[in-house]
């Protein structure tokens, strides 16, 4: 991780989306889950095949596509970060 953020709050995020992560390529996407919005306009843009659009439609989605996961693996590759002072942004690689 890039050493230029020193906010703690945005590290703990990052290392529960890591084990979220870890979790949801294992068949277990309740940690994964527990980190989106669960409002009715969250929505998931052509992950994962589909687009889908409130709460319990990402929900159905995420599961059933950790589903298909469930003795997956996982890598992760930062290419930068930047946290302002109302929006984090993280850019990975596909």
Not at 27 to 37: E, I, M, Q, T, V
Not at 39 to 60: A, I, K, P, Y
Request: glycine fraction near 10%.
């Amino acid at each position: 991780m890039s050493t230029s953020l020193g906010n703690s709050e945005w590290k703990a995020f990052i290392n529960n989306l890591e084990t979220a992560e870890e979790e949801f390529v294992q068949g277990r996407p309740a940690a994964f889950l527990a980190l989106w919005s669960h409002s009715d306009d969250v929505t998931l843009c052509g992950g994962f095949g589909g687009v889908e659009r409130g709460w319990q439609n990402v929900t159905n989605r995420l599961a059933w596509v950790s589903a298909k996961y469930t003795q997956g693996a996982r890598t992760r590759e930062e290419i930068a970060d930047s946290l302002g002072p109302s929006l984090p942004i993280l850019y990975k690689p596909k």
